[in-house]
């Protein structure tokens, strides 16, 4: 098994948790300034909307980072599995990795929603080059 690609994907996860912290270091101090009352029979888009929307930005990304990344662990554990999680697939891995910091940061500080579309779209086209990569090597095995 190869190792090396192991590395961006702990550390996705990693990040994944600063983005929790981050999430819930804004949220729960702006629920107390309004005094957000909690009430399980309102949708959470009802209870939550007189969050400011810096603050909900956290919340949006840190779903986010719990959607498309686990296609990458999939794919990336494959390649580790198969012993292919070496160049450029270890490349490509990282690659994925820093445009999905890349593209929480554009969207908990500015979320400028077509920069960071750009930036999610060249993420999935790496992601979909290294899916492809990993596809080739299970089936010609």
Do not use: C
């Not at 554990?77 to 490349?91: F, H, M, R, S, Y």
């Not at 820093?98 to 969207?107: E, P, T």
């Amino acid at each position: 098994m190869t190792h090396s690609i192991l590395q961006p994907v702990i550390a996705l996860v990693l990040w994944s948790m600063v983005m929790w912290a981050w999430l819930y270091a804004t949220r729960l101090p702006a629920m107390i300034r309004a005094r957000t009352k909690l009430d399980p029979t309102q949708p959470r888009d009802v209870m939550l909307g007189g969050l400011p929307p810096r603050v909900r930005w956290k919340a949006d990304n840190y779903n986010h980072l719990m959607e498309q990344p686990t296609l990458f662990y999939a794919t990336a554990l494959t390649l580790a599995l198969i012993g292919q999680g070496e160049g450029l697939n270890l490349w490509l891995a990282w690659a994925y990795v820093a445009l999905r910091v890349i593209h929480s940061l554009i969207q908990v500080l500015i979320n400028v929603i077509v920069v960071r579309f750009a930036v999610f779209m060249i993420a999935s086209g790496v992601l979909v080059f290294l899916a492809a990569r990993a596809a080739m090597a299970v089936f010609q095995a």
